[in-house]
């Protein structure tokens, strides 16, 4: 990866979900803008990992392991990152589930739940945490998808939860202004664990491919370039806006 600013010098960058994947992503392209990191996810093992691969390229990490669900752990994630740095810059809430490939209409309440609690819940606890460190001039970056324009039907209930997100990065951007920008960005497909089901599919993938101007997938690294932009500097004055990275599949005018 080739980059050329340091628009992170000084500044401490939380990702949570972000042992693999676009959130590992964000945080090695962040990280290698100067931003201190914290790591997170459910286990020990890929927080320790991820936190090697980053100190291994000499970027300044510290892992914690946070469930999203867990308010413990959402806790002692800001606990962590204030001792160790006194205050917070960046968060990007990156965490999803996407538990079901059920109908709305068929899917068990217990998932419902599961997906507002994941999905949009979470995101909220952890800013009301996070809120009295985030420094003047910090940023916040959630991440939607594409199918938050057009829920797919084998992921219907989860795209509704991204078009939440769509709403959430309005709502809080002004709350939270003039102190702190709130933006989104909505990946297309990207070839990580989590989209497995659909990308290892070649007849599947091909369609995506097809139907995507650009005629590929996603990488982690177009994701992690959209985010540092829209938590940079760079993106000063951007807030309440979302940023469909998708190669030009169809989103709004
Ligand atoms: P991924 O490669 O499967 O990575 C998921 C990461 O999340 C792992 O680090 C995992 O580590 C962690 N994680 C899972 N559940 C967690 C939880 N409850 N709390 C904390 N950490 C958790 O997934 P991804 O594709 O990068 O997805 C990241 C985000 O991008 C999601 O919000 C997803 O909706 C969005 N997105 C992805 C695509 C795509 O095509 N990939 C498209 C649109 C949007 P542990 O197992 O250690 O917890």
Known sequence: MKVKGKRFEGKVAIVTA???????????????????????????KNVDEAVGKLRSQGIDAIGVVCHVSNAEQR?????????????????VSNAAANPTTDTILETQESILDKLWDVNIKTSIL?????????????SVVFISSISA????????????????????TKALATEMAPNTRVNCVAPGFVPTHFADFLTSNEVVRNAI??????????????????????ASDDAAYITGETLVVAGGLPSRL
């Open 209 to 230: 491919e097809d139907r995507t101007l650009l005629k590929r997938l996603g990488t982690t690294g177009d994701m992690a370039a959209a985010v540092a932009f829209l």
């Open 149 to 168: 324009y057009q829920p797919e039907a084998s992921m219907a209930m989860y795209g509704v939860t991204k078009t939440a997100l769509l709403g959430l």
């Open 18 to 44: 972000s042992t693999q994947g676009i959130g590992f992503g964000i945080a090695e392209r962040i990280g290698s803008e100067g931003a201190s990191i914290v790591i997170s996810s459910r286990k020990q």
């Open 75 to 91: 806790k002692n994630l800001i606990q962590k990152t204030v001792q160790k740095y006194g205050h917070i810059d960046v968060i």
């Open 126 to 138: 952890l800013l009301q945490a996070a809120a009295p460190h985030l420094r003047k001039g910090s």
